[in-house]
T-cell receptor, first 112, second 113 residues
């Protein structure tokens, strides 16, 4: 069974701080996606990483895919209250690309 | 910006009743999905749909569940006889190419009482 483990599960920081959250697995994935979800809303796709070692930047967010394509990280620089939300990683099920498997998410709270 | 829309946003139903959750995918997308998220748990895949037929379904998607694309725009999930454990947020998603980069609707919160 493929699993995506996210850490930390909860994170509360002050505005302006930097943070990194992680998505780890023992399985190799063809790609990995990061989503952000707000309470009562659907997940919103932030980025897809495909190549081992790939780094993608989205304003203050930096996403990295591990060299072995088993893990990924999301780094936020100078966090703002608007970054508050649940950050989810998801990846296509290996051997069957027709569905995504998901981590449980990191719940981030950025306090003013 | 195109988006996936779902209706209703919240539905309360009695156990044993049938419910239909509706979705309008992004217009040029060809691949459609239903996922659900029980409160505090991971998002779970239910079913994927392409070319007017189910491509893949999970073990959750038993005979009580069905999907339909009745016209060129709507994509529905029917639960024939709801159970308490069906209470969850149900998300519809669609994608244009392949099976990744899916875009999600805002969800329908289903409460079975």
């Amino acid at each position: 069974t493929q699993l995506l483990e996210q850490s930390p599960q909860f994170l509360s920081i002050q505005e302006g701080e930097n943070l990194t959250v992680y998505c780890n697995s023992s399985s190799v994935f063809s790609s990995l996606q990061w989503y952000r979800q707000e309470p009562g809303e659907g997940p919103v796709l932030l980025v897809t990483v495909v190549t081992g070692g790939e780094v993608k930047k989205l304003k203050r967010l930096t996403f990295q895919f591990g060299d072995a394509r088993k893990d990924s990280s999301l780094h936020i620089t100078a966090a703002q209250p608007g970054d508050t939300g649940l950050y989810l990683c998801a990846a296509p099920n290996a051997g069957n690309n027709r569905k995504l498997i998901w981590g449980l998410g990191t719940s981030l709270a950025v306090n003013p | 910006e195109p988006e996936v829309t779902q209706t209703p946003s919240h539905q309360v139903t009695q156990m044993g009743q049938e419910v239909i959750l509706r979705c309008v995918p992004i217009s040029n997308h060809l691949y459609f999905y239903w996922y659900r998220q029980i409160l505090g748990q991971k998002v779970e895949f239910l079913v994927s749909f392409y070319n007017n037929e189910i491509s893949e379904k999970s073990e959750i998607f038993d005979d009580q569940f069905s999907v339909e694309r009745p016209d060129g725009s709507n994509f529905t999930l029917k639960i024939r006889s709801t159970k308490l454990e069906d209470s969850a947020m149900y998300f519809c998603a669609s994608s244009e190419r392949g099976w990744t980069e899916a875009f999600f609707g805002q969800g329908t919160r289903l409460t079975v009482v």
